[in-house]
């Protein structure tokens, strides 16, 4: 099957603590991104990548971090740094190319701070 | 420039009757406006999608009008059912670049 899988579904984190969260797609996909997802107000972007080793900044990256070192992977760091970090979080990924811009998105992770 | 903006937030129907969720745009490069459709605790996916060279385009129930002077799109569903009852995020973007989302509409059907 292809697809976008995300893990963990769930993931408790503590005050001070860095997480990670997993994004893996076999849809052959160059583009990947990150998406947060609070109650009213839609998806709001993190971080995007358009290549492997190359990744821009979205409208809200402070406290995050990604890396793209595989076309497959781009996982996403939430930091101490991120004040606010309870929230659903959602991987997508799209061809990249102009006239394809479909974005397929995976099952999500939804994030709480203990 | 690159805001979205989506209307109503929330919406009920009856079993039946026709779902418009609105939408309106300010970047007129814009030539990619998607609807996606989302259940709770689930990702986003794809409904259906139109390009500014036409004025709707029709997927079974479901049809985008498009207004291109007005920069604003809609969402109809026509005989909605209770099936359909999942938030809707309208969207735009240029080319390959990131999409721009709505806020959402959180929809309702009631049988």
């Known amino acids: 099957d292809g697809g976008i899988t995300q893990s963990p579904k769930y993931l408790f984190r503590k005050e001070g603590q860095n997480v990670t969260l997993s994004c893996e797609q076999n849809?052959?996909?160059?583009?990947m991104y990150w998406y947060r997802q609070d109650p009213g107000q839609g998806l709001r972007l993190i971080y995007y990548?358009?290549?492997?080793?190359?990744?821009q900044k979205g409208d809200i990256a402070e406290g995050y971090s990604v890396s793209r070192e595989k076309k497959e992977s781009f996982p996403l760091t939430v930091t101490s740094a991120q004040k606010n970090p309870t929230a659903f979080y959602l991987c997508a990924s799209s061809i990249g190319l102009a006239g394809v811009e479909t974005q397929y998105f995976g099952p999500g992770t939804r994030l709480l701070v203990l | 420039q690159q805001q979205v903006k989506q209307s109503p937030q929330s919406l009920i129907v009856q079993k039946g009757g026709i779902s418009i969720i609105n939408c309106a745009y300010e970047n007129t490069a814009f030539d990619y406006f998607p609807w996606y459709q989302q259940f709770p605790g689930k990702g986003p996916a794809l409904l259906i999608a139109i390009r500014p060279d036409v004025s709707e385009k029709k997927e079974g129930r479901f049809t985008i009008s498009f207004n291109k002077s007005a920069k604003q799109f809609s969402l109809h569903i026509m005989d909605s059912q209770p099936g359909d009852s999942a938030t809707y995020f309208c969207?735009?973007?240029?080319?390959?670049?990131?999409?721009?989302f709505g806020q959402g509409t959180r929809l309702t059907i009631n049988p």
């Open positions: 849809l052959n996909h160059d583009a």
């Open positions: 990548s358009q290549i492997v080793n190359d990744f």
């Open positions: 969207a735009a973007g240029k080319g390959a670049q990131k999409l721009v």
